[in-house]
């Protein structure tokens, strides 16, 4: 996942790596912050918006995933991160209706 904002300044890009311990170990995700440093060092100059800062979220599909599918990604992704009319994310999470959760509740006793 890619999180983007253009800053006032101009600048070359900065780019910040967030790893969860819900992603594994420290060893895991220290491998996953080398794979994506890797993947973002693969990257053209001209490839990456100026002006702007990046933050990448890892997930576990970051470590499993072949690199060059992983550098594809991050281009088509790093673009679209600063366009208004891209759509984000999935929507509004949805809410169970109060009758479901009564319903899916255990019993106690």
Do not use: C, H
């Not at 819900?22 to 994506?36: A, D, E, P, Q, Y």
């Not at 979220?57 to 679209?80: I, N, Y």
């Amino acid at each position: 996942m890619i999180q983007g904002r253009k800053r006032d300044k101009d600048g070359a890009p900065r780019v910040g790596y967030t790893v969860t311990k819900k992603t594994g170990n420290s060893v895991m995700r220290s491998r996953i912050k080398r794979r994506l440093r890797a993947a973002v060092a693969e990257l053209d100059p001209g490839e990456v918006p100026q002006s702007a800062d990046f933050v990448l979220v890892a997930r576990d599909s970051a470590l499993t995933l072949p690199f060059q599918k992983l550098v594809a990604d991050l281009k088509s992704g790093l673009g679209q991160v600063l366009d208004p009319d891209t759509q984000r994310g999935w929507g509004k999470p949805r809410r169970a209706k109060r009758q479901d959760q009564t319903t899916m509740r255990r019993k106690q006793g």
